[in-house]
């Protein structure tokens, strides 16, 4: 079986997030990038999915700067064969679909039976491109999947629902399946596999161009306020004011 996994580079939770001038996204100069952590779920599921079958590829597929070949190298060092880089000048956003279909283009001819992605990015959280890439495809797509039961003959995905409510889907080969964080405990990289990820291929391809569908306007820091209400009234009206407040602003119940 032939997997792709899709990889992001995302800013680490440690860094400053400062605001670039633009105020269209955040000052990368002193920004520590790092894999999507979701992803690293999405990784060890085709690893796992490999090891069952007992043969198959796993390929790396991310798109950004030159540095996002960091994380490919990272994938490629738990187990992955080989990296496809879709090359950006830059790592500001980019919308899910334009996304999408740089990440088909540069799939072209691979013929992968199956991709995975992580649930959503820590950066954006959009948690569309596993989806439209999928559909771009034309390949069968499920979401939120908790767990997978595949092998050479079928496909079938166990989805989170609501309110504690699980399913599992039968899906047509090839597939796409956003992966949900918690399903696998990932693994860390070996010394042997970090020795032997230098060696192995990482494909680069040009950005292609396509039409812009979103943008970021503007981002800001979340503003801080605060308020004060003295309730000094008789003992039904206070409480049915405190009451009011816990339902309607505090929203705990």
Do not use: C
């Amino acid at each position: 079986m032939k997997i792709a996994v899709l990889v992001k580079q995302v800013v680490g939770s440690e860094s400053s997030l400062d605001i670039s001038p633009d105020n269209k996204w955040i000052d990368e100069s002193n920004a520590t990038f790092v894999m999507n952590p979701p992803d690293s779920y999405a990784i060890e599921e085709a690893m796992n999915i490999k090891e069952k079958i007992g043969e198959g590829e796993v390929v790396i597929v991310s798109m950004g700067a030159d540095s996002v070949q960091k994380v490919i190298r990272e994938a490629l060092s738990k187990g992955a064969d080989r990296g496809i880089h879709v090359q950006t000048d830059g790592t500001a956003f980019i919308d899910p679909l334009n996304t999408a279909k740089n990440i088909v283009s540069a799939l072209d001819g691979e013929n992968f039976d199956l991709i995975l992605s992580g649930l959503q990015s820590d950066d954006t959280g959009m948690g569309q491109t596993g989806v439209l890439v999928g559909e771009l495809l034309n390949m069968s797509t499920a979401t939120l999947a908790i767990e997978t039961d595949i092998d050479s003959e079928h496909i079938r995905v166990k989805r989170e629902l609501e309110s504690g409510w699980f399913q599992w889907v039968r899906l047509e080969s090839p597939a796409s399946i956003s992966i949900q964080s918690g399903i696998n405990q990932p693994r860390y990289p070996s010394l042997k596999g970090i020795m032997g990820a230098k060696k192995k291929e990482i494909k680069v391809v040009p950005l292609s161009v396509h039409e812009t569908k979103q943008e970021v306007e503007k981002i800001s820091i979340p503003q801080k306020s605060k308020e004060t209400e003295i309730i000094n009234t008789d003992i039904d009206s206070s409480v049915k004011r405190i009451v009011e407040i816990l339902k309607s602003e505090v929203k705990v119940f």
